[in-house]
């Protein structure tokens, strides 16, 4: 299969993801400032995960770069990787509709999140391996150690959420900032 039929049907689905996002948002009951500042954990949850979604996007083409076509093995794990991302919207809503101060869809949250961090780093070591260039493969072994301590991070929110679930949050939401801060320190995307 070509690469540009990959790219197209993982944008796809990532397109839909975050449009369930902000289909999930929802609107204020009343029309004041009060009703909407009582909504902030879900509008917070909605921005924590669009930030989250989209550098796995900027991520995702960053990988395909080095690809010039995609193997069933390629294929199957990007699969993999757009279901784990696909979890993300239902995640979000159960989260900020707690707004944060539930363990369980904390740590909900944190394991989807975690779970995506895992098959990125499958992605990334199965398409290294598919260019069969040296370079390529030792790039993404070294992505695939960070996304790893991305991923730790998301357990230690896990943890963390059974005993104060806003202390996961903080976690959470330092992950892009990391990732982003990271990436711009490399000279972006």
């Given at each position: 299969m070509t690469k540009t039929r990959l790219e197209a049907f993982s944008d796809g689905v990532i397109a839909i993801i975050l449009t369930i996002m902000v289909l999930e948002l929802k609107v204020p009951k009343e029309p004041t400032v009060a009703a909407l500042a009582h909504l902030?954990?879900?509008?917070?949850?909605?921005?924590?995960?669009?930030?989250?979604?989209?550098?796995?996007?900027?991520?995702?083409?960053e990988i395909l770069e080095s690809v010039h076509s995609a193997s069933y093995t390629v294929l199957f794990v990007n699969g993999i990787l757009l279901f784990s991302m696909s979890l993300v919207p239902f995640a979000t809503a159960f989260a900020g509709e707690s707004h944060?101060?539930?363990?369980?869809?904390?740590?909900?949250?944190?394991?989807?999140?975690?779970?995506?961090?895992v098959a990125f780093v499958g992605f990334r070591?199965?398409?290294?391996?598919?260019?069969?260039?040296?370079?390529?493969?030792?790039?993404?072994?070294?992505?695939?150690?960070?996304?790893?301590?991305?991923?730790?991070?998301?357990?230690?929110?896990?943890?963390?959420?059974?005993?104060?679930?806003?202390?996961?949050?903080?976690?959470?939401?330092?992950?892009?900032?990391?990732?982003?801060?990271?990436?711009m320190s490399r000279g972006g995307w």
């Open positions: 902030w954990p879900v509008y917070f949850a909605y921005t924590l995960s669009f930030a989250n979604v989209f550098l796995m996007w900027l991520s995702h083409h944060w101060t539930e363990p369980v869809p904390v740590a909900l949250y944190g394991l989807v999140m975690f779970s995506a961090s070591l199965v398409t290294g391996r598919h260019s069969r260039d040296a370079a390529v493969l030792s790039l993404q072994r070294r992505e695939a150690r960070i996304t790893l301590l991305v991923g730790a991070t998301f357990l230690i929110g896990v943890a963390a959420s059974q005993y104060e679930p806003r202390v996961a949050l903080f976690l959470y939401a330092a992950v892009p900032v990391a990732r982003l801060a990271y990436r």
